[in-house]
């Protein structure tokens, strides 16, 4: 069965400072991961996925994840954090179809990531 | 570009109470989700939806119904309020891949309903 970990619920940086938010996943077969970002109060963005092409993805607003297969990892990176990067981050693995069609998307609980200046 | 809109944002209901969450959406997706979101949970699904007249239950479907009248609806009722429904919900789209890889989901907003 699929599942996702994310090993930090909290993370602080200062402004400028790298970010690196942890994802480790179980897959029996070959996954499609997503990194998807909320802001308080909002719905759940998009920040970039992995299907199968690079294992170095580049996604919105500087971030980038690296598939990593014999980790079973997909790390999320920022080189320089900015304010408007505090948010909760979510991993989210997908390697098989719902009963019927549809994506099973399998969510990990969230890191909560904190810009301090 | 409208994408996933849910209505309403907020919503207060008493123990017993019954409502209706509208989801819409205009990118012609083929499948639709309705999720719950708790704390320290992520995201739990609770129906989907493969096409118009169709729909399924999902992770935590109990206390639930739903229903596809038009492919770009997707409507989450609950027919008696519990406390432990006090969640946000949120909705969701998606197109079919193609190939061995599942495509990404559209959200909506999110809509914050608690049960006193």
């Known amino acids: 069965a699929q599942s996702v970990t994310q090993l930090d619920s909290h993370v602080s940086v200062s402004e400028g400072t790298p970010v690196l938010l942890r994802c480790n996943y179980s897959?029996?077969?070959?996954?499609?991961l997503f990194w998807y970002v909320q802001h308080p109060n909002k719905g759940l963005q998009l920040l970039l996925k992995?299907?199968?092409?690079?294992?170095l993805v580049k996604g919105i607003n500087g971030f980038e994840a690296e598939f990593k297969k014999s980790e079973t990892s997909f790390h999320l990176t920022k080189p320089s954090a900015h304010m408007s990067d505090a948010a909760e981050y979510f991993c989210?693995?997908?390697?098989?179809?719902?009963?019927?069609?549809?994506?099973?998307?399998?969510f990990g609980t969230g890191t909560q990531l904190k810009v301090e200046l | 570009n409208a994408g996933v809109t849910q209505t309403p944002k907020f919503r207060v209901l008493k123990t017993g109470q019954s409502m209706t969450l509208l989801c819409a959406q205009d990118?012609?997706?083929?499948?639709m989700y309705w999720y719950r979101q708790d704390p320290g949970m992520g995201l739990r699904l609770i129906h989907y939806?493969?096409?118009?007249?169709?729909?399924a239950k999902g992770e935590v479907p109990d206390g639930y119904n739903v229903s596809r009248l038009k492919k770009q609806n997707f409507l989450l009722g609950l027919e008696s309020a519990a406390p432990s429904q006090t969640s946000v919900y949120f909705c969701?789209?998606?197109?079919?891949?193609?190939?061995?890889?599942?495509?990404?989901?559209?959200f909506g907003q999110g809509t914050r309903l608690t049960v006193v």
């Open positions: 992995y299907t199968s092409a690079a294992t």
């Open positions: 897959s029996s077969y070959s996954p499609s």
């Open positions: 969701a789209s998606s197109y079919r891949g193609t190939g061995l890889r599942n495509t990404e989901a559209f």
């Open positions: 939806s493969v096409g118009e007249g169709t729909t």
């Open positions: 990118m012609n997706h083929e499948y």
């Open positions: 989210v693995v997908s390697d098989r179809e719902l009963t019927g069609g549809g994506n099973k998307l399998t």
